[in-house]
């Protein structure tokens, strides 16, 4: 868990301190589930030194080049793993409104993958940036908007998706004095998560880890900003949105924040053009209570502000889950949610934190 000593936050907004956590365990007789332990321990660590070799490599080697010995290789990864192959096209077919066995779905599933790889090249390559060359990455232009809700806010929540590069994004506001803390999934590799987490730290950027929602309504009391990204694959515990046409659900997570806190949403996009990270925003959404309809309402707004984003550079949004379900009764499902008056609706999973962009994956 982290978060940026900041100044001149609005309202007299304290510095905010970081700090580390560190886990350990011995046994001289590992029990099995132990050694499974100590087999993810092992795999982490791998992850943080290939990252780190990765980072050492790359880092060094002109982009161009790089970049395109990294297509080759997402390309094969694309045909070599079914089961994320079929998530991509699916949610590839859905965006460009086609069937799923059209040509354009293929070319555009690929260009997902690669525009993945330039993600994790550019990743690699950002602590290698002075401050300067980060703020340098986002316009004044661009960051304005942001300057002038957060300034504006009782605590803002910037709602995004994976579209193009918000590491980058993230730096570049960061750089310039303002306290970005991003939500992260600490699950997968701990050793990775903490990495990730110093080099965000050298950035300005503070990182939360996504159980802490202590923190998280910490930060916002302080009016400083809480990055989330809600496109994170179909969960059946979400509010019931209209995405590209189609019914889905997104997580109720931005909404309870903002309802709970007083704070105000700012869906944002990134998209890479021309070596720098355009970086938009969507119309500004208050919350004025915990009822369903307006829970509903404005992840609703949510979903509408980030699909406009995501149809400028649909090859930019990188996501490896299924965003709709495949199911026809939960299809129907969703549908007779919709048609149920929103004062009576229920809405599922209201009170849930927000699943959080895993380590690697800030705003």
């Known amino acids: 868990m982290t978060s940026v000593s900041v100044s001149g936050a609005p309202g007299g907004a304290p510095d905010t301190e970081a700090r580390n956590e560190s886990r350990g365990s011995r046994s001289t007789l590992p029990a099995p589930h132990h050694r499974q332990a100590q087999g993810r321990r092992f795999r982490a660590r791998l992850a943080v030194l290939g990252y780190r070799a990765g980072a050492w490599i790359l880092g060094r080697l002109p982009l161009g080049p790089a970049t395109r010995v990294g297509g080759w290789i997402a390309v094969a990864v694309y045909w070599a793993w079914p089961s994320k192959r079929r998530y991509v096209r699916a949610n590839a077919a859905r965006v460009l409104g086609v069937a799923p066995d059209d040509r354009r779905v293929g070319l555009l599933a690929r260009a997902v993958y690669r525009n993945q790889v330039r993600w994790v090249l550019e990743l690699m390559r950002l602590s290698r940036l002075s401050q300067a060359e980060r703020v340098a990455q986002i316009g004044d232009n661009a960051a304005e908007p942001f300057h002038a809700t957060w300034l504006e806010s009782n605590g803002l929540i910037i709602v995004g998706a994976h579209l193009g590069n918000n590491e980058a994004a993230a730096a570049g506001l960061a750089g ?34 996504w159980r802490n929602l202590r923190e998280v309504f910490r930060v916002l009391r302080r009016r400083e900003i809480v990055g989330l990204l809600v496109d994170w694959g179909y969960r059946p515990d979400g509010i019931p949105v209209r995405f590209f046409g189609a019914w889905t659900r997104f997580p109720a997570g931005p909404a309870v924040l903002a309802a709970k806190t007083g704070a105000t949403i700012l869906p944002f996009w990134v998209i890479r053009s021309h070596g720098r990270h355009a970086t938009e925003v969507g119309g500004r959404i208050t919350v004025a209570s915990m009822e369903p309809a307006e829970l509903a309402r404005a992840t609703q707004e949510i979903a509408a502000a980030l699909e406009a984003g995501i149809r400028l550079a649909p090859e930019q949004w990188c996501v490896f889950k299924p965003i709709w379900p495949d199911d026809p009764g939960e299809v129907a499902r969703l549908e007779s949610l919709a048609e149920t008056p929103p004062e009576t609706a229920t809405t599922p999973g209201a009170a849930a934190p927000p699943k959080p962009a895993p380590a690697g994956v800030t705003v």
């Open 176 to 209: 310039r004095g303002w306290p970005i803390n991003a939500v992260a999934d600490d699950t997968a590799y701990e050793e990775l998560f903490q990495h990730l987490a110093r080099e965000r730290r050298g950035w300005g950027v503070g990182q939360i880890r």
